[in-house]
């Protein structure tokens, strides 16, 4: 069996930004990467409350071992999309909006997804 090589830490070269600038796009990252773990942080309670449910004494290789039963995977899978849909309400909103733009021209669509929001 071949091994597969560790990915580099860091990528060569300059890194692409989507959005106006790089601090932007840094903020994007900060953000998901955060939305990440509360998302595990909430698994792991929920694997905590399920374990900690049943009658028998329990330790923390019980709740990092549970498994949930494949109706409770679901509900997770269902809370986690409408997690991340919260979370990216705002990007999924311009993004839709400009798909209904159909004479625009593709940098013009992604000047305004990246601008900022407009305060009221």
């Known amino acids: 069996m071949t091994s597969i090589p560790p990915l580099p830490k860091a990528s060569k070269g300059g890194r692409p930004f989507s959005l106006e600038n790089a601090d932007h796009e840094r903020l994007l990252t900060m953000i998901i990467a955060l939305a990440a773990e509360v998302s595990t942080l909430h698994d792991k309670l929920d694997n905590l409350t399920q374990v900690a449910g049943r009658d028998a004494p329990f330790s923390a290789a019980d709740v990092e071992a549970y498994q ?36 625009m021209a593709y940098d013009d669509i992604l000047a305004m997804v990246a601008k900022e929001p407009e305060r009221a």
């Open 68 to 103: 949930p039963e494949p109706a409770e995977a679901e509900a997770r899978a269902r809370r986690r999309q409408a997690f991340v849909g919260r979370v990216l309400r705002i990007i999924q909103a311009d993004f839709e909006r400009a798909q209904t733009t159909d004479d």
